[in-house]
């Protein structure tokens, strides 16, 4: 299930929730949604993406029935798991 929250249109509040949802364990991983790319909160290439393109699972299992793939960058093992595997 890919985790929507409607965390609101201000960018303090947004991150308020999230990081109150973070500290909780009712988020992991963050993914892009265009690509269904999951990954690490604090990769790079995550932290780049547009706010309306993201959404957050509890863990990987999450986001692997969701149907996203790991992020070669921030999970280089477990790309190359899911990598050989397709």
Do not use: T
């Amino acid at each position: 299930m890919i985790l929507h929250f409607n965390l609101g249109p201000d960018p303090d509040e947004r991150k308020r929730q999230l990081s109150s949802l973070i500290r909780a364990g009712k988020i992991s991983l963050g993914g892009y949604k265009k690509n269904k790319i999951y990954g690490l909160l604090n990769c790079p290439s995550g932290k780049r993406m547009k706010v309306e393109n993201r959404v957050f699972f509890k863990d990987e299992n999450e986001a692997l029935q969701a149907g996203y793939r790991p992020c070669a960058r921030c999970l280089p093992e477990a790309y190359k798991i899911w990598k050989s595997a397709h």
